[in-house]
């Protein structure tokens, strides 16, 4: 094999190689970058069509068909927009765009979460809330959330 061919060889492994490990992270579902950030799937809900995601700067994108609303537990309402932007870095979320949740008869955004050891703490700007990561296992479904015996997905 001559020097040229067996060089242009190398570098063809080479390109490929790199192209292959770099088409691999677009193989991760949203689910799997959320848990490389030390966060549970249970923040989104079932059924994230898409992402963009800038690992320099952190700022993301998901997709979902169209809006998706229920209610965990017979307490909180909360509703995802169609596009959730933000800011995703170790343990802390924030710029949050597209997540709201309603308490009494006001929707307030949830605009930042962070992760504390088990906990979540979830901020709508003036006041916040803490709940253990057990609660997140699960993602949720739009229309039943947790509750969804006998209820196809929406």
Not at 17 to 26: E, K
Not at 98 to 127: M, P
């Amino acid at each position: 094999m001559s020097r040229i061919t067996f060089v242009s060889a190398v570098v063809i492994c080479f390109i490929s190689t790199t192209s292959f490990a770099s088409a691999d992270d677009h193989i991760l579902s949203a689910y799997q970058v959320l848990q490389q950030y030390d966060f549970p799937i249970g923040i989104l809900p079932v059924g994230v069509t898409g992402y963009e995601l800038n690992r320099d700067t952190g700022e993301f994108a998901a997709y979902l068909n169209g809006t998706c609303k229920f209610s965990l537990e017979g307490s909180y309402t909360l509703e995802y927009k169609s596009t959730i932007t933000g800011v995703i870095s170790k343990d802390r979320l924030k710029n949050l765009k597209g997540v709201s949740v309603k308490v009494l008869f006001f929707w307030l955004n949830i605009v930042e979460v962070v992760r504390d050891g088990d906990e979540l703490q979830f901020s709508v700007g003036i006041a916040s809330a803490n709940f253990l990561i057990d609660n997140f296992v699960e993602s949720p479904q739009c229309g039943c959330g947790l509750n969804c015996n006998g209820v196809e997905d929406h």
